[in-house]
């Protein structure tokens, strides 16, 4: 039996819960039921679990729309007209920006296409993007499409950066050095901050500055960094970033992103942009003008009137991440990982299975990725879920991510995810 298994293990987690400086506040949240308790939920990073705050919250929204209908835009208790300002100061604080530099609008790909037609200018001496070999393929999508629109062929002029051999990370100079050397030819770097896969956090303000240097326009794509590391954007000079809200931001399945532009380019004319009657400056929006009055701020990136249910939820959220706020997740976000780190050790010692997320904790975020060998993660992950009930997610064919979210992650749901791990490696499947 492992020492993950021992009961010592398990008072020790409690332990840790009790004395942690940070208190949990996992009873703000449902947590999907197991047996009669409730699940070890470690899939924040796929899908954030639900505020029980939030019922009443939408239903504030639907009374508003019930009793005013269209006058909920001026006069609901959060007027729909201007609904998505309250939102500005709070996801700014979230990702390290001056409130105007954000904005949350659409969904992830989105934006991102949406501000690849502002910082995606290529020239044939100057049109290559760089991501990374490990990028999401949504990511890996739109910029091969962008690559495509603008009549390059995608295959030649998307760079495609691949960790170290026997690596599973990129590391954050090996992509300065790349830019050092190529980046004449790179138009657009579009990283994902924290990468989905390995886990690994890149040094966003060191590629910056390397991109910038060699003279590409750098984006970064915030999916699985928004509510998961601190960020400092606007210091950091990134010229744009996009994140959605559904994983570390608990704001309910394809609801709304987010998305920054630095404050530089906010007045900046010559940037192509496409627009929409959100766009327009919202003094003069009824005047019904036939071209856009131009807005200083993210703003500007905007097309449509927002969907307010949604933007609801990603209000809840970002109070909720505004009340502790994230130096406070992050510092135990980093306590509860290193403890889920040790115990997968101990699970893996012995086993077929290995973490492969950079080891040093200023380069990850709260996701561990294991490589298990020789096995389909899938029927591993059905295993954990129903007789565990431990969530983690699978990433075909060989990697379990398991993310403990510092908002309702406790370390006992660690202790059962290692513990839980062990017997199902050893038992085989069924
Ligand atoms: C989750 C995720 C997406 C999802 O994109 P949507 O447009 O929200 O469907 C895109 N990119 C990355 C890196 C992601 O992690």
């Known amino acids: 039996m492992s020492l993950a298994r021992q009961p010592g293990h398990e008072r020790h987690a409690l332990e840790l819960d009790a004395g942690d400086p940070l208190p949990t506040r996992r009873a703000e949240f449902h947590i999907p039921p197991h047996g009669g308790g409730e699940a070890a939920y470690f899939a924040g990073n796929s899908l954030g679990l639900q505020p029980r705050a939030l019922r009443a919250r939408l239903g504030e929204e639907l009374d508003d729309w019930a009793g005013l209908a269209v006058e909920g835009h001026l006069e609901g208790r959060r007027p729909w007209f201007s609904y998505h300002e309250l939102l500005r100061g709070p996801a700014a604080r979230l990702v390290g920006a001056l409130p105007r530099e954000v904005v949350v609008m659409n969904s992830l790909t989105v934006n991102l296409h949406l501000l690849m037609v502002s910082f995606y200018r290529p020239t044939p001496e100057r049109h290559t993007i760089l991501i990374e070999d490990a990028a999401f393929p949504s990511d890996s999508y739109a910029v091969r499409s962008q690559a495509a629109f603008h009549g390059y062929d995608p295959d030649e002029a998307v760079i495609r950066l691949m960790p170290r051999e026997g690596e599973a990370a990129l590391r954050s100079e090996d992509v300065v050095a790349y830019l050092a050397e190529h980046g004449h030819k790179v138009a657009l770097v579009l990283l994902g901050a924290v990468n989905y896969y390995s886990g690994e956090l890149l040094d966003v303000a060191a590629i910056t500055a390397a991109g910038h240097a060699a003279g590409a326009a750098v984006g970064w794509d915030l999916a699985h960094a928004a509510g998961n590391v601190e960020l400092r954007l606007h210091d950091a000079g990134a010229d744009w970033a996009a994140w959605c809200s559904y994983k570390y931001l608990n704001a309910g399945p394809g609801s709304l992103a987010g998305a920054f532009v630095h404050e530089r380019h906010l007045a900046d004319r010559s940037l192509p942009k496409l627009a929409g009657w959100w766009s327009t400056d919202p003094a003069t929006r009824f005047q019904m003008a036939p071209a856009v009055s131009p807005v200083d701020s993210a703003d500007a990136w905007q097309l449509s009137n927002p969907p307010i249910l949604s933007m609801a939820a990603v209000l809840l959220s ?85 993310a403990p979210a510092p908002l309702y992650s406790t370390f006992h749901d660690c202790w059962r995810a290692a513990a839980a791990l062990a017997a199902v490696l050893d038992d085989g499947w069924r």
């Open 318 to 402: 970002l109070e909720m991440f505004d009340q502790t706020g994230m130096p406070a997740l992050r510092a135990k976000s980093l306590r509860l990982t290193a403890y889920l780190e040790a115990l997968l050790d101990e699970v893996c010692a012995g086993r077929p299975a290995r973490i492969v997320t950079p080891r040093e904790p200023g380069r990850r975020g709260a996701q561990l990725s294991v490589r298990v060998h020789g096995r389909d993660v899938g029927p591993l992950t059905e295993r954990l879920r129903r007789e565990h009930g431990v969530f983690v997610d699978a990433r075909r064919p060989d990697v379990l991510r398991l």
